[in-house]
């Protein structure tokens, strides 16, 4: 019971339509229908039925080619989304993952849990599939592809051999050739051919049929090939139907989420960057980039921030394709995601704040404040990303609030007036510099204090009329 | 009312301040309405609390103005730690946020128009987060009821603030206070 096979039997038509919920008809096939969606099904299409019959049958039909290079490139998204339940993921191609799941089923609490966690795990990503566990990797294979609805767990030889006893020959995946000549021989069931002594199988099926015997059964070592999860996302999901409204969007986005999520886990990896493709019609691609303020794995964390994104985009044309690309994988070490040493637990949902607020405000709109280390007042800060360090000078007798642009004050008898004469204090600062750069500034600044109370900074130019301004409150 | 119900307070910098405040200090996980003639009033009296809690964000949602990061920098505020967020219509929406999160020691938000439901659910977030929530308003906000535990009238004075507490929980209001600037 060591492996856990995944076989997916509608794969050719789920990498056309998984983007989309099942109720439009959707069919593959080329002059015949191989293979068709619930949606056709109810409406009487059935796989081997001539195309010009189905479009008879149902006007509202999709008949889409089918596409190996996309079926390929599905199988291998989804070997790395199964690495979350192993560390060793073999393909069997062309619709069939084999997991080594020796060592995680303890950790899955049991083969019957694991099962069921893949099986969930796989239809949220939009695929049927079908499982079996078994002793050996064709073993788990076999018995996916003929009794996989059932979900079977095959703990050991023998109950290998009992569940491919009654099974019929073809099960075996023999070539025509091959099953002519043994049903001629009056074998029917899987049993009738193990029954037979090998030597003679090996003289009439050839070494190699009988090889494949011997591995099905776990009499020879069936060594599989570890696939290498990819070092970054690339998924495309092709939409049946054009849709308009970008918030819609979130159903197949959510798909390519979860695979890249089991990509992440299985890496051990989080990203602070998505680009998202949203493809058109008729006019070029939309393009939305998602940051982070620190690597995320969760793929429901990204989800938010997609959210908060969808809502304030307009749609220049309906959308008919979605792709998601992720190239900056990071490996997630316990401390990376916390943003201050030393600060406690509690800070650590900050970069999750952030990431909210700008995936609903705009990225411009959260934002930190940093020193600058010059002695003109305007630039003596600067916006900078939350949380970055700066060095500058700390100023004890500046006021809390800085005007955006300084405010011409009247004058009333030589003293700047606002809503009544100003108050000057007795303290006097020169701020005479800046002859380096274009922005000179030669200033006495004065803290003032209005009839109503209110404290002001003011400033009278140095040089010109001696215009009076005002530049900040205390507050 | 016995002081013991009530619970101890985030201590504020200031002695005559946490004299006055039945809790020793701003009411924590709690609301405080801060009522001002200009908006920016009152926020030095906030700083000096602010400056102590150096563990999680200060949060400033829709300010009037600026903050002078060299000023605040110089009354101990971690900038490294202050975030700026320009919410426009969504302050009460990014001011919850915030307060909920856990992420943010105090929230502090300006303008807005606010009912006593938004009131309340701010004062949720507030405790739910344990987080001091400040909001800053206008002194005509006095004749409607909140359900903020604090409320001060804050008026500048030549030597620093005039302080008037309007309500607060646990405790006595009517009591004129004379604050230094900080």
């Known amino acids: 019971m060591r492996w856990l096979a995944l076989y997916l039997p509608h794969l050719p038509l789920e990498v056309l339509g998984r983007a989309c919920a099942d109720d439009l008809p959707l069919a593959i096939g080329g002059e015949r229908i191989l293979n068709c969606n619930p949606a056709a099904a109810a409406q009487g299409i ?10 008879a049958l149902c006007a509202a039909l999709r008949i889409q080619a089918r596409r190996p290079a996309a079926e390929r490139a599905a199988l291998e998204r989804l070997a790395a989304w199964s690495m979350r339940c192993t560390s060793l993921v073999s393909l069997a191609p062309p619709r069939s993952l084999l997991l080594d799941v020796a060592a995680s089923l303890r950790l899955f609490g049991g083969a ?3 099962l069921g966690q893949v099986g969930e795990g796989v239809a949220a990503l939009g695929y049927q599939g079908r499982l079996a566990l078994a002793p050996t990797p064709l073993g788990a294979l076999v018995l996916a592809i003929h009794q996989g609805a059932d979900g079977p767990i095959i703990p050991d030889g023998a109950a290998l051999r009992a569940a491919l006893d009654p099974l019929p020959l073809a099960a075996l995946g023999l070539r025509p050739r091959e099953l002519d000549d043994l049903t001629a021989m009056g074998l029917r069931r899987v049993a009738d051919l193990l029954r037979l002594p090998r030597a003679g199988l090996r003289a009439r099926l050839g070494p190699r049929r009988v090889d494949w015997l011997e591995r099905l059964l776990g009499e020879a070592p069936d060594p599989r090939l570890p696939f290498a999860p990819p070092a970054e996302y690339r998924g495309v999901l092709e939409l049946p139907a054009e849709v308009e409204l970008a918030p819609a969007l979130v159903f197949p986005c959510r798909r390519l989420l979860a695979e890249l999520g089991g990509l992440l886990l299985g890496r051990q990896a989080g ?37 908060g994104h969808l809502e304030r985009l307009d749609l220049p044309a309906p959308v008919r394709a979605v792709g998601l690309v992720a190239t900056d994988l990071r490996s997630l070490n316990p401390t990376a995601g916390d943003l201050f040493p030393g600060a406690t637990a509690d800070a650590s949902g900050g970069p999750a704040l952030l990431d909210r607020l700008r995936a609903r405000l705009g990225p411009d709109a959260v934002r930190g404040l940093a020193l600058v280390a010059d002695h003109r007042p305007d630039h003596a800060w600067r916006w900078a990303e939350p949380g970055e360090l700066s060095r500058g000078i700390p100023r004890a007798n500046r006021p809390l609030w800085l005007l955006p642009q300084p405010q011409p004050l009247t004058q009333r008898a030589g003293r700047p ?59 | 009312m016995a002081r013991g119900r009530v619970p101890a307070g985030v201590p504020t910098g200031l002695a005559a301040l946490d004299q006055a405040l039945s809790g020793g200090g701003w009411p924590p996980g709690s609301l405080t309405e801060l009522l001002g003639d200009w908006p920016g009033d009152g926020f030095g009296l906030v700083l000096p609390a602010l400056a102590r809690l150096q563990s999680r964000w200060l949060v400033l949602v829709d300010p009037p103005l600026t903050p002078f990061a060299p000023a605040l920098a110089a009354r101990g505020v971690a900038l490294e730690r202050l975030v700026v967020v320009n919410a426009g219509a969504r302050g009460a929406w990014a001011a919850e946020q915030g307060l909920r999160s856990r992420a943010c020691a105090a929230v502090l938000v300006w303008g807005g128009r606010w009912d006593g439901t938004q009131l309340r659910r701010l004062q949720l977030a507030a405790a739910t987060g344990d987080a001091l929530a400040f909001l800053f308003r206008d002194p005509d906000a006095a004749r409607a009821p909140s359900p903020a535990p604090l409320r001060l009238r804050v008026q500048p004075a030549p030597t620093g603030y005039r302080v008037t507490v309007l309500k607060q929980r646990g405790g006595r209001a009517g009591a004129v206070l004379s604050l230094p600037s900080c």
């Open chain 1, 46 to 55: 059935r796989p081997g039925l001539k195309v010009g019959a189905a479009r």
């Open chain 1, 112 to 114: 019957r849990a694991l």
């Open chain 1, 271 to 307: 990203v602070q960057r998505l680009d998202w493709r949203l493809g058109h019609a008729r006019c070029p691609d939309t393009h939305l980039h998602l940051g982070a303020i620190a690597p995320l794995a969760d793929p429901e964390r990204w989800l938010e921030l997609l959210r």
């Open chain 1, 417 to 475: 007036w606002l809503n009544g004469a100003l108050d000057l204090g007795q303290e006097r600062e020169r701020i005479d510099t800046g002859w380096w750069d274009d922005r000179p500034v030669a200033r006495d600044y004065f803290v003032a204090t209005s009839r109503r109370g209110e404290r002001l900074w003011v400033y009278r130019e140095l040089r010109g009329r001696g215009d009076w301004y005002l530049h900040g409150r205390f507050g």
